[in-house]
């Protein structure tokens, strides 16, 4: 009897990319199994004109994937994992997550080529609180634009609206083919990614041992220790809202090193630290430099963010 995976996923170019990349490596492995893909129109692709922090936040892109995972209408749902909220709905996990491709943020600036070379008052489009905030924190200087859309809109938009440069996510640029639009990866120094950014995450019903073990092969240990790490630390200084926070986990010899940085929302106050420790204690390190940033003034720089501390709900 041949055995069927519905998997979930966004409509867009790069979600349907991610979706089938996956599929085809399932197929692979199980040539049994027959994988079709279900797409399913998110809260987060119908509202593109407002910026994220506004509207919700992350669960936008989560939330009816998930309700489809609940009730059976699939089986497994693609995400990036930057996307995803650290906490899931009851009843949920993550299955699996996968290798981590460059987690770094592109400049693509075809006139200016980079931040360095943006003149003064240059328009950068991103609608990220925490690429904003860097991006400040370094250039103060820069004229911020909110840029709403799919990566491809994205993209066409820096013509249409007439930017200097925009900034996007190295992983999905390279994902689509579009490594030529890069003009420069921006040195983690000046920006560090969000929480996952990078890797993919498999979502799947709690207790469905027979999907879990068939995508057991996908799961990349060194990646999945280090996005726990971000993940906890992203839990710990929340709040509900989006945060302009940067954070960065990588097993090195030294063990699971964590970078992370807290910002005020344009940038002038910047706070910075880093952690390391043994792998098994992702989690715990995350939370450890969360508290202690906090207690450092990063509670001051949050409190000082519209909506913080706001609960919010992934229902």
């Not at 809109?153 to 579009?178: H, P, Y």
């Not at 509900?240 to 807290?262: K, N």
Request: proline share 4%.
């Amino acid at each position: 009897m041949t055995s069927k995976l519905v998997v979930g996923t966004r409509g867009s170019k790069l979600a349907l990319w991610q979706a089938n990349h996956i599929a085809g490596r399932i197929s692979e492995r199980h040539p049994g199994c027959e994988v079709t893909l279900k797409h399913i129109l998110t809260t987060g692709d119908k509202i593109l004109d407002v910026p994220l922090a506004k509207i919700g936040g992350k669960g936008l892109f989560t939330k009816e994937l998930e309700k489809e995972l609940l009730t059976g209408g699939i089986d497994l749902a693609v995400h990036s994992l930057k996307d995803m909220p650290t906490e899931l709905p009851p009843g949920l996990v993550l299955g699996a997550v996968t290798e981590r491709v460059d987690p770094g943020d592109a400049l693509v600036s075809p006139q200016y080529q980079t931040i360095d070379n943006l003149p003064r008052g240059a328009r950068v489009g991103t609608s990220s609180l925490r690429r904003k905030a860097q991006l400040l924190a370094y250039r103060p200087d820069l004229v911020i634009t909110d840029l709403r859309g799919n990566l491809d809109t994205r993209l066409a938009k820096l013509a249409s609206q007439q930017l200097d440069a925009i900034v996007l996510a190295v992983a999905g640029l390279r994902r689509l083919g579009w490594d030529d639009r890069i003009t420069q990866i921006l040195p983690r120094e000046i920006c560090l990614p969000a929480v996952g950014q990078g890797a993919l995450a498999i979502e799947v019903r709690e207790g469905d041992t027979r999907v879990l073990e068939m995508l057991a092969f996908l799961h990349h240990r060194e990646t999945a220790a280090a996005a726990a790490a971000e993940r906890a630390f992203l839990n710990e200084v929340e709040g509900g809202c989006q945060v302009p926070i940067g954070v960065f986990g990588r097993i090195e010899r030294a063990g699971l090193v964590l970078d992370a940085v807290i910002l005020s929302g344009d940038g002038k106050t910047r706070l910075a630290d880093a952690i390391s420790g043994p792998p098994a204690d992702a989690e715990a390190l995350g939370r450890s430099l969360a508290r202690r940033m906090y207690a450092a003034g990063g509670r001051d720089i949050l409190a000082g963010l519209v909506g913080y501390g706001k609960e919010e709900k992934n229902e």
